[in-house]
């Protein structure tokens, strides 16, 4: 294909000129782009897991050379210069069906394995946890394996918008921890980087599984459609801190993990109970992500504040908590869920014409139902 051609299909932000050409060539010699080490875990499993119907990004294939080697395409713009983020995880393609999956590898010595593939085997629309399609064994470490996921995006990327995108949240996110709790399971380490989300309705046309606001090919910047009225599902993911308790059996536990550093009774000694962190830690997050960072949240006061109590005996249950949520909801006005969540560090005369043109919508959106 000519240059001329790829002119006019790539943006211009993709070319380079002469000076830059020279200096990106003699990088690229000097291994600025190549894999990092943890990348490399991946390139030497790129054919085994080909030959289980699973095709890695090309950076990750033993025969990779940089697409922009003898061009005058900026790196930065071409797919294969992207690096991963998180090393354990890997995003892949399943051949038969052209599915974005996310692999994970993992030490297979403890519960994380059991509790995942426990959760992935029951079909229940209360079951938020995130499904395994697949098992794998590690070719190079036996101690290791791999477990194939559906590939989910952050939950809260992108923002939430309306009002009725947190209550969909808070629904989603409490009636799951009421299954994994009544199947005598704590997850301890609820925190909004281990909620995440299947995102493929906001994104009809996809996004790069590492540069998010990307189109898949990295070049063209995405936008999300609306959470309203799309069908958003929300998961938890990584068990790999998860105690399970058979029944009958103490909930007690020590240790000092997890992401939420909030909790206060967390203790390398002391024990307590691993369901009541899982409270506080949900609590908290529904406080951090919503309460501190929105106006008008004072529906979720009665949710938040005995989630969040101190002391983990007058904490509700997520049994308990689900149903206090179920009466708030049950008094909030259609309209409620439609506003536009106004962010505190909105400027005040900002937020006066923002909130004047929600209205607008709202009167627009009243009009249309009343005509028809």
């Known amino acids: ?21 020279a200096r990106h060539k003699q990088l690229t010699l000097e291994g600025f782009y190549d894999l990092v080490p943890k990348e490399r875990f991946w390139q030497a499993r790129y054919r085994y897991l080909l030959d289980h119907g699973y095709l890695l990004r090309p950076r990750y294939s033993p025969d990779w050379r940089p697409s922009w080697s003898g061009t005058d395409l900026d790196p930065n713009s071409c797919e294969d210069s992207i690096l991963l983020i998180d090393y354990q995880v890997m995003d892949a393609t399943r051949i038969s069906n052209r599915e974005r999956v996310a692999i994970k590898s993992f030490l297979k010595d403890g519960q994380e394995l059991q509790i995942a593939q426990f959760f992935a085997s029951i079909e229940d629309p209360r079951n938020h946890c995130v499904p395994v399609h697949q098992i794998i064994a590690d070719p190079h470490d036996p101690g290791f394996a791999l477990m194939v996921m559906p590939y989910l995006r ?21 009636e799951g921890l009421v299954f994994i709790h009544k199947h005598h399971v704590a997850h301890r380490d609820i925190a909004v980087e281990n909620i995440m989300m299947d995102a493929k309705a906001l994104y009809p046309n996809g996004h790069h599984p590492i540069r998010l606001d990307y189109s898949e090919d990295g070049l063209y910047p995405v936008s999300a459609l609306p959470r309203a009225g799309r069908k958003v599902r929300y998961f938890y993911i990584d068990f790999g801190l998860a105690s399970h308790f ?7 536990v020590v240790g000092d993990v997890g992401r939420d550093a909030d909790v206060p009774e967390l203790s390398d000694d002391v024990p307590y109970d691993a369901f009541k962190v899982d409270i506080f830690a949900l609590g908290n997050l529904y406080s951090k992500e919503f309460k501190q960072r929105y106006n008008s949240m004072d529906f979720l006061l009665s949710l938040i504040e005995p989630m969040t109590a101190r002391q983990p005996e007058a904490r509700p249950t997520a049994e308990q908590a689900l149903q206090e949520w179920v009466k708030t909801r049950a008094k909030l006005s259609e309209t409620l ?36």
């Open 154 to 174: 952050p939950c809260n990327n992108p923002d939430f918008s309306t009002i009725g995108d947190i209550i969909d949240f808070v629904d989603q996110t409490l």
């Open 337 to 372: 869920y439609r506003w536009r969540l106004g962010p505190k560090s909105e400027p005040a005369f900002e937020r006066v014409m923002n909130d004047t043109v929600a209205v607008a919508w709202e009167g627009v959106y009243r009009l249309k139902k009343l005509v028809g």
């Open 1 to 21: 294909m000519s240059a001329q051609v790829k002119q006019k299909r790539l943006p211009n932000h993709a070319f380079l000129d002469k000076d830059s050409v």
């Open 246 to 252: 058979p029944p009958g059996t103490s909930p007690y």
